[in-house]
């Protein structure tokens, strides 16, 4: 021990301080009105390690339990086909032709696609379902 | 012994402290303006002891987790406080009227650690204190001030240079710590 920690052990030593009888009674009195109020909050003894592991295991079953019983309560149902008027719907395409206007040839072409216009059309509506 | 006080007991609780209630009201007696003070404090201390006994850790000193009771307790009763105040009406308070002086043995040259209140602050004090009187380790005093292991050692450094200037440079100052 080097000469400053003994000095300083030494000069605690010099501090004279007594605990004295009426300070005693003090502190017991004391004490023993703390056991009369509340007494000294005991720990809740602690849960053996199978616990945990039953209580992990009961969630981890009931979430299962759960989201088996919503997938099963939800049936796959198609949904019902709504009926679309589509005739009404869609917009008729005017065809506009002004015939005096026209040669032999040019008219026999507008008859050709006026034709395969009819054709596309029906086709259209074929796939559609009308 | 610690189970039964746990458990309630008065009497093995008293066992319990016995043996620290004069160190304890020692050091309290460095850090509270009065002895009156510094009874309180104690009294508190060993109360909040009892009532908070089933909070002890074992794998610390019992006097580390006592010490920090009464720490806190005698933070209640700073001594800065009173000090300040007796500063600002004229300094009324003397050699006197201070309770460490008056619990000190007459000696030619002045207690180290009346000098020591004087140089450092509380918590370097009362590192100083748990060091040199409770012979505790540098863990210990760090877990008792809540502070950290670095902090502890660099401060008891520091307070053993003050208190070295002090005597004159009489210490070699190269303690190591940890």
């Known amino acids: 021990m080097d000469k400053l920690a003994e000095r300083l052990r030494d000069d605690a030593a010099r501090i004279e301080v007594d605990v004295s009888d009426e300070l005693d009674r003090r502190i017991e009195a004391s004490l023993r009105a703390q056991t009369r109020q509340a007494p000294a909050p005991q720990r809740p003894p602690a849960r053996p390690p199978l ?35 589509l005739l009404a719907t869609t917009p008729r395409i005017e065809l506009n032709a002004e015939a005096a206007m026209l040669t032999a040839p040019l008219h026999d072409e507008l008859d050709r696609l006026q034709s395969d216009l009819r054709k596309a059309e029906e086709k259209v509506r074929r796939d559609i379902g009308l | 012994m610690i189970a039964a006080a746990k458990a309630g007991s008065v009497e093995a609780f008293t066992d319990l402290v016995g043996g620290y ?77 201070d309770p460490l002086q008056q619990c000190i043995a007459d000696s030619e040259s002045e207690n180290l650690w009346v000098s020591a209140r004087r140089l450092l602050n509380d918590e370097v004090y009362a590192a100083m204190w748990l060091r040199y009187t409770e012979d505790m380790s540098v863990a210990d005093i760090s877990n008792t001030l809540d502070r950290s292991v670095s902090w502890t050692k660099v401060n008891l450094m520091r307070g053993r240079r003050a208190l070295e200037n002090e005597l004159g440079g009489a210490g070699n100052g190269n303690e190591a710590y940890g």
Do not use: M
């Not at chain 2, 304890?24 to 908070?52: G, H, K, M, P, V």
């Open chain 1, 51 to 85: 616990f945990w592991w039953a209580s992990t295991i009961t969630g981890i079953a009931a979430a299962v339990a759960v989201i088996a019983i919503v997938n099963l309560q939800v049936e796959q149902q198609p949904e019902p086909a709504v009926p679309v008027d």
């Open chain 2, 21 to 97: 209630r004069t160190r304890l009201l020692r050091f309290l007696l460095t850090r509270c303006a009065s002895f009156a003070d510094a009874e309180d404090a104690l009294q508190d201390t060993l109360i909040n002891a009892f009532r908070y006994l089933h909070s002890y850790d074992p794998r610390w000193r019992f006097s580390t987790w006592l010490y920090r009771i009464a720490i806190r307790n005698a933070g209640k009763l700073h001594r800065h406080d009173v000090v300040d105040l007796t500063a600002e009406l004229g300094d009324l308070r003397d050699e006197e009227s």
